[in-house]
């Protein structure tokens, strides 16, 4: 984990660096480029992006589309915009990470610390879970999510999500805590700690790193869900659902600034985690994930 | 007393990491290969709606490898996932290794590199679709800005269809292999570097020889994670162009997800999602083999 | 005694109330989540609000009601179904195959549906003899929405035939605008041919669309229709793959495009650019295709719900939805018409006080039949097994009619 964090001693000589940040700036407009058009769409009246060039800048600048995307789109039979699906994906969101997150932890503790026979069998297994298509479980999943009678209900989705998230999160913290030095965990073992008492005490403090890497994955994923959020979110929609509902209506002018403002504002609570804590992936990734 | 008291104890400790564990275990047990059989099961049924079990042995595979858009489906996801892999493991590699030569602003370029990993599928589908239309998108831009011949009609059509998708795939998650490869180059220990330069080593030798072997963990982790994002890859291709021109860009998801929720062939669906686990298992189970082998060790 | 019949009466009040408490909500999937569509919708809900009963709305747009019927394929498999759900054709009879459905009989026979309802919009309400499903609207399918100017400019009068449609395209073509307006989506290719299939007899249409005979799906007949088919993707624009039929409406208003082949839904959006029928803009039935009807037709169909009180919502809504006055208000806004024959037409336009004969004509004369592309002439295997085939020759893909035809054959029997 004592990994060199300072940059490469290679060196490189003046044109070739000028070669590099051109390439790296023309990457940079690359990534950006949907983004820029996404954003200064949403900022124009309609008429303007049917009868204009998508990439010029507002010729009169609004933030209507942003009101309405957010307060009285139509997403059902009410004009209601986004704002109420907002909060049904964060009261599904933040415990589905934290519980898958927690699981993942332990896991990844009991698999490196507390081995046991056979124990790289049931971690193998457990990870072909992360390759699965989710378009298959639907139906099986219905008929569990129903005989537990938590068919169409944010605790079901909560489920859902963790079910299928604590393959990547054992991943991870498994592949982080096995290279923390076992000796540590056997002295404080002689010195009669117990098993919560060792990974609260010793493993948790340092986890830091790929908490982050495992939270950021988690709420991606768990966000941007669609497929299971259509059906099992019942009358708790999600957010993502409701962004479609807005952008694929199927008659009527489409309103397409409020289409892109309603696209950035789905997509907001996962840009700022990646810019955010995007520093410290690299570096979770670095202290654990990547050298498998 | 006091003694059963601590073998009581002791006991427990023993059992605590396996009763931790066993949760997680079970549930992946019913969850994922429960539902792996279950889908294995379906695919030798009649099933068309809902669920049915009335048996029909191999009809439903033999029905699905006569349908032309699975064989599609197939050359589709052989292309896509080739150049996907390749083109973002290059791009990736090679923005890493800019990125680690002490660049100025790489606090600023990385979250810009990494942020569509951050955006759902409705979001870059849209985006990409709005951009790659030529009506409206980059072929009209050109010619408003005076490039009257540009044309850019890769989206509209069924032979160029499919690497639109490609692009789009390769914009949305190169930035994360990027990502691995520079936690990778940063975990290089530095001294085994000037030493080679001490030797007289070029730059490029220096990364041929020295870095990418060193680098081959970080390969592995993106190529696991890039195959199996190829494997799934539906979302984009509904939001990008649904399947079309004509079906010319259906895949293998797409063609599962279709016959088992909107044709009401739900036999024909699960064999071919038993078609398409036996293609991830055979990618990943020999690299998980290796994996785990080496662990032990 | 007095003392009784007080109690008495408090008791019957107290359980008057609890019913009305308990009168339960109803769960809607639907898939109308635009303006119009929506503000119709809420007509229902408010009528319902003011017997009591809640609405929860459950709405899933995309695909013309794909998304949805995955979302209630899981909600069925779990047990918890909602109240209605939107729906078409074939879907509503698979369910009710499936005994998902409830009941409505009761509703029905007390209200007269059966006098009323068109009968082939009942072959789709009705399973085994019960009601099972509330007809919103009939849309339909087989119209031509063509520019004024652009066919004045051609010197034509409006197409009755096919021979004359085609002078008709031609000469648009060279007066400089794309003929036809189009949307290479597999349900636009296929609405387009649906029309073209009708147009060559209403015999060969019930023959190949409705009976599935072999012979007719790849005999001469469906090679000349596939024919007909490449013909008009010559009229159409190369940017067309993938295009919404809303924006090939749009380039009909302003003239880009002469005309469009589409179902009367498309005049909603003639009529928002502020367009008048007659002057701007004229609807024709598709060519040949006069006096016949292909509809599809939006339901409500009602699951299997528990408790007496559930089912007294599901049949109040039953109930407004059949309501004279909803749906005259909901179909002027949605281009649709009525799904009962006695329905008022004052508050319709031109295009829809036609639409409403056309249909009457249609259910006497019995040529009124179900859209293949829409799902009401065939199940949805067979009816995506065609979309491949016909996607496949709009795009080019057959050498010829007769390969088109010879391949339409081999896949809805694979698809059977």
Known sequence: MSVATQDTAVSTGRATRVLIYLILLLFALFYLLPLYVMGVNSLK?????????????????????????????????????????????????VPAVAISTIVGALNGYVLTKWRFRGDTWVFGLMLFSCFIPFQIVLIPMAVVLGKLGLAGSVPGLILVHVVYGIGFTTLYFRNYYASFPTELIRAAQIDGAGFFRIFWRILLPVSGPIAVVSVIWQFTNIWNDFLFGVSFGGTSQPMT??????VQSSTGVKEYNVHFAGAILAALPTLVVYIVAGRYFVRGLMAGSVKG | MAATEADFRTRLQ?????????????????????????????????????????????????????????ST??????????????????????????LDQKIRGEGMLRPIYLYPMALSFIVTGTAWKWFLDPGIGLQRIMQQWGWESFTFTWIKDGDMAIYTIVIAAVWQTSGFVM????????????????????????????????????????????????????IKSYDLVIALTGGGPGRATEMPATFMYSYTFTRNQMGIGASSAVIMLMTIAAIMVPYLYAELKEKKA | MRLFGKTLTATAALVMTTSLALAEDVEVLHWWTSGGEAAALNVLKEDLASKGIGWVDMPVAGGGGEAAMTALRARVTAGDPPTAVQMLGFDILDWAGEGALGDLTEVATAEGWDAVVPTALQAFSKADGKWIAAPVNVHSTNWVWINKAALDATGLGEPTTWEELVAVLDKMKENGITPLGHGGQAWQDATVFDGIVLGMGTDFYKAAFVDLDPAALGGEQMAEAFNRLI????????????????????????????????????????????????????????????????????????????????????????????NPTFQSAFNVVKGSVPARTDVPNDAFDDCGKKGMADLAEANTSGKLFGSMAHGHAAPAAVKNATYDVITAAFNGEYADGAAAAAALAEAVAAAQ
């Open chain 1, 45 to 93: 009246p309609l008429e303007e992006i049917t009868g204009g060039n998508m990439m010029a800048l507002p010729g009169q600048w609004t933030l209507d589309p942003w009101r309405q995307a957010w307060s009285t789109a139509q997403i059902g039979v009410e004009p209601t915009g986004l704002k109420p699906y907002f909060l049904n994906s964060i009261l599904m969101v």
């Open chain 2, 179 to 230: 990502a691995m490869f520079l936690a990778g180059l940063r975990g290089i220990d530095n001294e085994i570097l000037k030493a080679a330069q001490i030797d007289g080593a070029s730059n490029w030798q220096l990364y041929r020889r020295i870095v990418i072997p060193l680098l081959r963990p970080a390969f592995l982790s993106a190529f696991v994670i890039l195959s199996h994002l190829a």
């Open chain 3, 231 to 322: 013909k008009l993707r010559t009229y159409v624009d190369d940017n067309f793959s993938g295009r919404d039929w809303n924006l090939a409406s749009a380039m009909v208003i302003n003239g880009e495009a002469g005309m469009q082949m589409m179902g009367d839904w498309a005049k909603g959006e003639f009529l928002k650019a502020g367009k008048v029928p007659g002057t701007d803009f004229v609807c024709i039935r598709f060519p040949g295709t006069q006096g016949a009807v292909t509809f599809n037709s939006d339901q409500f169909a009602m699951f299997n719900v528990e408790g007496d009180a559930a089912k007294a919502a599901q049949g109040a809504m039953a109930s407004a939805i059949m």
């Open chain 1, 241 to 246: 659902v409701a962004l479609n509902n807005l």
């Open chain 2, 73 to 98: 489906a197939i050359a589709n996801i052989a292309i896509f996932a080739t150049l996907y892999i390749v083109i973002c493991t290059l791009i990736g590699l090679m923005l890493a290794i800019f």
């Open chain 2, 14 to 70: 023993d059992w605590l990491p396996k009763l931790v564990l066993a949760p997680s275990f079970a549930v992946t047990l019913l969850f994922v290969y429960g539902f792996i059989l279950f889908t294995v099961v379906l695919s030798f049924t009649g099933s068309k709606m809902l669920p049915k079990f009335d048996w029909v042995g191999f009809e439903n595979y033999g029905k699905l490898f006569a349908l032309p858009a699975w």
